[in-house]
């Protein structure tokens, strides 16, 4: 049976960014945003593979 690639799913792309790289995010009205780099999965608490920044925003 043939597929469609536009229903095929395409792998997730992480962006690189050279180390030094400075980049801006600002949160919705009403809220505040911290960065946060882990090797925990704050949501799991399991172990994963690297170390990955967080983007955990709080409600004010």
Do not use: F
């Amino acid at each position: 049976m043939p597929t469609d690639n536009s229903t095929q799913s395409r792998p997730r792309m992480a962006a690189i960014y050279m180390p030094g790289t400075v980049r801006g995010y600002r949160p919705s009205s009403g809220w505040t945003a911290r960065a946060d780099l882990t090797d925990i999965h704050p949501i799991t608490g399991r172990a994963l593979v690297r170390a990955v920044w967080w983007i955990i925003e709080t409600k004010e």
